[in-house]
């Protein structure tokens, strides 16, 4: 199984800042198949990026994605209120797909 | 607009089953898979399995090998996920979620059922 080491835990930026969240892999997941999700309290998941660096549908310009080796990183160029949330990421080049803990980003 | 919607909060006793019910729409049913994917209180979240829309298929974490089914009815475009044999450890937000066939991510979640299991 892939484990998912994301860090920091928690991170404490103010709004226009950039932030930048670490995912690091046990293993080398196949195809950069990594994905990135945000999730607001109380509300489900919202998918960020897919393929390591590719933006959803509708995702701003602000979210990007990169990979190196095992590393993998989401930065968020600057931070808007609505950015404040828990995110996470996810492998699914291996079964069984798994996640990393989370990164909580909040305001300082 | 894609609307996922699952089923109401469950509360059940230690051994017995539940079934969660993942209602889509706004899209082509068939054209997607669905994945389930829970959240128990303080713990990563944990994939359980998918099944794809058009032929049924599925696949299950060995996680759950035995005690999970996923089924899903085409002609009311809605998943299932039924979890037998319960123990307090199952209490979790459970969550279905809509995957482009093919691919292992998840481009749209259902809002979550909370299934507590407690005698």
């Known amino acids: 199984e892939i484990v998912l080491t994301q860090s920091p835990g928690t991170l404490s930026l103010s709004p226009g800042e950039r932030a930048t969240l670490s995912c690091r892999a046990s293993?080398?997941?196949?195809?950069?198949?990594l994905a990135w999700y945000q999730q607001r309290p109380g509300q489900a998941p919202r998918l960020l990026i897919y393929g390591a660096s590719t933006r959803a549908t509708g995702i701003p310009d602000r979210f990007s994605g990169s990979a190196s080796g095992t590393d993998f990183s989401l930065t968020i160029s600057g931070l808007e209120p609505e950015d404040f949330a828990v995110y996470y990421c996810q492998q699914y080049g291996g079964s069984p797909l798994t996640f990393g803990g989370g990164t909580k980003v909040e305001i300082k | 607009q894609v609307q996922v919607v699952q089923s109401g909060a469950e509360v059940k006793k230690p051994g017995a089953s539940v079934k969660v019910s993942c209602k889509a729409s706004g899209y082509t049913f068939t054209d997607y898979s669905v994945h389930w994917v829970r959240q128990a209180p303080g713990q990563r979240f944990e994939w359980m399995g998918w099944?794809?829309?058009?032929?049924?298929?599925?696949k299950y974490s060995q996680n759950f090998q035995g005690r999970v089914t996923l089924t899903r009815d085409t002609s009311a475009s809605t998943a299932y996920m039924e979890l037998s044999s319960l123990r307090s450890e199952d209490t979790a937000l459970y969550y279905c979620?809509?995957?482009?066939?093919?691919?292992?991510?998840?481009?749209?979640w259902g809002q979550g059922t909370l299934v507590t299991v407690s005698s």
């Open positions: 293993q080398t997941v196949s195809s950069s198949y």
């Open positions: 979620a809509k995957n482009p066939t093919g691919t292992g991510y998840y481009d749209f």
């Open positions: 099944i794809r829309g058009d032929n049924g298929h599925t």
